[in-house]
């Protein structure tokens, strides 16, 4: 069998939890980069929208199949490599993983997705504008993720184990300091995120360790 490919962006944040996946697993793949902005977005070339329509990244090629969309990428690691799980075995606690991952994928990413950032700047003509609008959008998102982890978290976001709540929470939290967002009021996710941090996993994928990183060591 191939090894894997995973088709990434060091920063975005979608591809970030694929490599959290693949790594918590311990998948071995190759690594090819799709730089976003460089000559308008390599993800844009003829040869890349073939792998993945809607021109974005991660795209994962494993087992023969050509996968797009980091939670159902996941989700696919999760049925076919049960090993090391990323969704509780109980479906009340499996929900709340999915919950929390879907609350940062769908209810906070998408505000700060370079095409979205790209079209704020350009129909307000400010550069300054599209920042505003992240810190804002971002900040909004993590108060209600907070006020989940209240009731679910343990050491971890569900509870003390990893999920798929956790390799969505921590690229985030990435995010959200970039667009300047005031960390003091998420103390819980950022429990979160230091206790994360400690794990291999977690250390190989981030966004510094990656080849195409400029500051990648």
Same mark, same amino acid.
């Given at each position: %069998?191939?090894?894997?490919?995973?088709?990434s962006?060091?920063?975005?944040?979608?591809s970030?939890?694929?490599?959290?996946?693949?790594?918590?697993?311990?998948?071995?793949?190759?690594y090819?980069?799709?730089?976003? $902005?460089?000559? =308008?977005?390599?993800?844009?070339?003829?040869?890349?929208?073939?792998?993945n *329509?809607?021109?974005?990244? *991660?795209?994962?090629?494993?087992?023969?199949?050509?996968?797009?969309?980091? /939670? *159902?990428?996941?989700?696919? /690691?999760?049925?076919?490599? *049960?090993?090391?799980?990323?969704?509780?075995?109980?479906?009340?606690?499996? $929900?709340?993983?999915?919950?929390?991952?879907?609350?940062?994928?769908? =209810?906070?990413?998408?505000?700060?997705?370079?095409?979205?950032?790209? %079209?704020?700047?350009?129909?307000? =003509?400010?550069?300054?504008?599209?920042?505003?609008?992240?810190?804002?959008?971002?900040? @909004?998102? /993590?108060? =209600?993720?907070?006020?989940?982890?209240? @009731?679910?978290?343990?050491?971890?976001?569900?509870?003390?184990?990893?999920? %798929?709540?956790?390799?969505?929470?921590?690229?985030?939290?990435h995010?959200?300091?970039?667009?300047?967002?005031?960390m003091?009021?998420?103390?819980?996710?950022?429990?979160?995120?230091?206790?994360?941090?400690? /794990?291999?996993?977690?250390?190989?994928a981030?966004?510094?360790?990656?080849?195409?990183?400029?500051?990648?060591?």
């Amino acid at each position: %069998m191939a090894k894997p490919i995973l088709y990434s962006y060091f920063r975005s944040s979608a591809s970030w939890r694929v490599r959290i996946a693949l790594a918590y697993k311990g998948i071995d793949y190759d690594y090819k980069a799709v730089h976003l $902005v460089k000559d =308008g977005g390599e993800q844009h070339s003829d040869a890349y929208r073939e792998l993945n *329509p809607l021109s974005q990244v *991660p795209t994962l090629v494993i087992d023969g199949l050509t996968l797009t969309q980091s /939670l *159902p990428i996941i989700e696919y /690691l999760e049925e076919t490599r *049960p090993e090391s799980p990323l969704l509780p075995k109980d479906p009340a606690a499996r $929900v709340q993983a999915r919950r929390v991952a879907e609350a940062i994928n769908s =209810g906070i990413q998408p505000f700060q997705n370079l095409s979205t950032l790209n %079209m704020v700047s350009e129909i307000t =003509g400010s550069e300054d504008k599209k920042t505003e609008w992240a810190k804002h959008f971002v900040a @909004k998102g /993590l108060r =209600g993720v907070e006020d989940i982890l209240k @009731k679910t978290s343990g050491k971890f976001c569900i509870g003390d184990s990893v999920t %798929m709540a956790d390799v969505c929470l921590i690229p985030q939290l990435h995010h959200a300091r970039r667009f300047g967002v005031d960390m003091a009021g998420f103390p819980i996710a950022t429990r979160i995120e230091a206790e994360c941090a400690k /794990l291999e996993a977690f250390q190989k994928a981030h966004a510094s360790k990656q080849p195409d990183c400029p500051e990648a060591s």
